[in-house]
């Protein structure tokens, strides 16, 4: 796993999407999910959580469950949690402590999350659709971990593999990772072939004539 991590977290998310239409997997583009502060990224293979959500009262507050993420997490994996999209916070700075210390690569939420100074200050990686002063207890409640789930419109099963950069999020299924992989690399290549034939002085359109997988 580490090696892969090292091999995928050298790659751009724009040259994996490339990749990705390629090998006929278009639209793994986690769209709505936001940094919670700039310069956040991370890889890893994706631990899922699904919650249920309902008005503040619905559950109970030992429903909430944070914790229980967490230990379903191993270290260098991502957290990607399936929240219905609703704007409460599922995730926070004390979370995002723990986290950092157990070597949790980051989390996805297509949900809300808070407390990004203290996420920040823990080291901790977070992309989210809504940044929220929300609380989820009482309103969130974990329904599954480690099944298949549905995050901003993209189906991502436990394991799959997920890449954050500065660019944006994408979910790499597992069946295709090593030709996503391959096809990165050579992609990545043209890329540098490119921006060298450019500061040759060779024009823009030439140059994409001449690599023409960029």
């Known amino acids: 796993m580490d090696d892969i991590a090292k091999t995928l977290g050298a790659l751009a998310?724009?040259?994996?999407?490339?990749?990705?239409?390629?090998?006929?997997?278009?639209?793994?583009?986690l769209v709505n999910l936001k940094?919670?502060?700039p310069g956040m990224r991370f890889c890893g293979p994706a631990c899922t959580v699904r919650e249920e959500s309902g008005p503040y009262g619905t559950f109970a507050s030992e429903d909430f469950r944070v914790g229980a993420m967490?230990?379903?997490?191993?270290?260098?994996?991502?957290?990607?949690?399936?929240a219905e999209g609703v704007p409460y916070s599922t995730w926070g700075g004390m979370a995002s402590l723990a986290a950092a210390h157990k070597g949790i690569a980051g989390i996805a939420?297509?949900?809300g999350a808070r407390d990004a100074d203290e996420t920040?200050?823990?080291g901790f990686n977070v992309f989210t659709?809504?940044?929220v002063p929300t609380t989820g207890r009482h309103r969130l409640r974990v329904a599954e971990t480690g099944g298949t789930v549905i995050v901003d419109g993209v189906l991502i099963s436990n394991g799959d593999w997920i890449v954050a950069d500065d660019t944006g999020i994408l979910a790499i299924p597992a069946g295709v990772l090593d030709e996503v992989i391959t096809m990165a690399e050579m992609f990545t290549l043209e890329d540098r072939k490119a921006e060298d034939a450019i500061k040759g002085g060779l024009s823009f359109s030439?140059?994409?004539k001449k690599f023409g997988n960029i």
């Open 13 to 29: 998310t724009s040259t994996l999407a490339n990749a990705l239409d390629r090998v006929d997997c278009p639209n793994q583009t």
């Open 35 to 37: 940094p919670v502060k």
């Open 70 to 82: 967490i230990d379903a997490a191993n270290p260098g994996e991502v957290i990607v949690v399936a």
């Open 109 to 111: 939420v297509d949900g």
């Open 120 to 122: 920040a200050a823990a």
């Open 129 to 131: 659709r809504h940044l």
């Open 206 to 208: 030439d140059a994409m």
